[in-house]
């Protein structure tokens, strides 16, 4: 099981294996969210909008784009920031980003 260390100094490796690395991504995107946008986790979920769903003004998108980029020692360009719409969009941004050899194995 590989771990993803992100270039951030003090910031959690990531757990690179199929299972473990999903869940990660999808556990800290959840936890930074609720966190940034001051709501519960659970309402939290891939499907979510982060504005019509879970209420997000553009400030607080910014914010949240901020503390992903943090957290996962990540740049998220301004273009596919105005891409991620969903929970799960920004979970599969992040997923693209780990190094090539740390990536899950596509089915």
Do not use: C, K, W
Not at 38 to 52: L, Q
Not at 61 to 67: C, T
Not at 72 to 101: K, Y
């Amino acid at each position: 099981m590989a771990q993803v260390q992100p270039n951030v100094p003090g910031a959690p490796a990531i757990i690179a294996d199929t299972g473990a690395y999903n869940a990660s991504v999808a556990t800290q995107v959840r936890d930074i969210t609720a966190r940034v946008l001051g709501i519960v986790p659970d309402r939290v979920v891939e499907a979510a909008d982060f504005v019509a769903d879970l209420g997000a003004s553009s400030l607080d998108l910014v914010e949240l784009i901020m503390a992903i980029e943090d957290a996962f020692g990540i740049d998220i360009s301004d273009s596919a920031a105005e891409r991620i719409t969903t929970v799960g969009d920004l979970e599969a941004f992040i997923r693209s980003q780990a190094p090539a050899a740390h990536r899950p194995a596509q089915a």
